[in-house]
T-cell receptor, first 115, second 113 residues
Framework: DAGVTQSPTHLIKTRGQQVTLRCSPI?????VSWYQQVLGQGPQFIFQ???????GRGNFPDRFSARQFPNYSSELNVNALLLGDSALYLC??????????????FGPGTRLTVT | GNSVTQMEGPVTLSEEAFLTINCTYT??????LFWYVQYPGEGLQLLLK?????DKGSNKGFEATYRKETTSFHLEKGSVQVSDSAVYFC????????????FGQGTILTVHP
């Protein structure tokens, strides 16, 4: 079975531009979460979507937005890019949200570099 | 708020040495606790978990016990191998924020033959 897939693998953007990252969850998984991992640090939670609704939001500015589609895939959008947005963006999927009940499976990530 | 603190790294060991990576946490609600591992060039993988106090999670020779009284979840392995070289992350999921993992900063482990 295919795991969580993310696209693109890498991309380079210029300050002020906008970017869209894509995530396809494991088949049958209805929950998708997004994380930002800056080099040398642990991942930080950005968003969680379940059944196409936002269920959680981390401490990120409004420049960050996301959505989940009827097939449970998801997009993360970042507007007005800053140098500090350079990071590895991780997508994780699970059957449903629930404390410790449903394992979150992580994708390989999208490496975003802002110049 | 929720937070996870891991011991400073990197950690360098010889093969067959004993490993301990310390992890302490603060959380609202009653959290579930996890250890994730990130091997070079690969994505994050769940290593083990514990969902209630005194539970012991174990996998691939690694163990961690959920200690509510000391708010800790230390990772241990009796005999490390070169293949254990990776970055290890302690994380929690609070009962008040389902689906949101809070991670520590990660500990780089390097095991030499």
């Amino acid at each position: 079975d295919a795991g969580v897939t993310q696209s693109p693998t890498h991309l380079i953007k210029t300050r002020g531009q906008q970017v869209t990252l894509r995530c396809s969850p494991i088949s049958g998984h209805k929950s998708v979460s997004w994380y930002q991992q800056v080099l040398g640090q642990g991942p930080q939670f950005i968003f969680q979507y379940y059944e196409k609704e936002e269920r959680g939001r981390g401490n990120f500015p409004d420049r960050f937005s996301a959505r989940q589609f009827p097939n449970y895939s998801s997009e993360l959008n970042v507007n007005a890019l800053l140098l500090g947005d350079s990071a590895l963006y991780l997508c994780a999927s699970s059957s449903a949200p629930g404390p410790g009940l449903y394992e979150q499976y992580f994708g390989p990530g999208t490496r975003l570099t802002v110049t | 708020g929720n937070s996870v603190t891991q011991m400073e790294g990197p950690v360098t060991l010889s093969e067959e040495a004993f490993l301990t990576i310390n992890c302490t946490y603060t959380a609202t609600g009653y959290p579930s606790l996890f250890w994730y591992v990130q091997y070079p060039g690969e994505g994050l993988q769940l290593l083990l978990k514990a969902t209630k106090a005194d539970d012991k999670g174990s996998n691939k020779g690694f163990e961690a016990t959920y200690r509510k009284e000391t708010t800790s979840f230390h990772l241990e392995k009796g005999s490390v191998q070169v293949s254990d070289s990776a970055v290890y992350f302690c994380a929690l999921e609070s009962g008040t924020s389902y689906g949101k993992l809070t991670f520590g900063q990660g500990t780089i482990l390097t095991v030499h033959p």
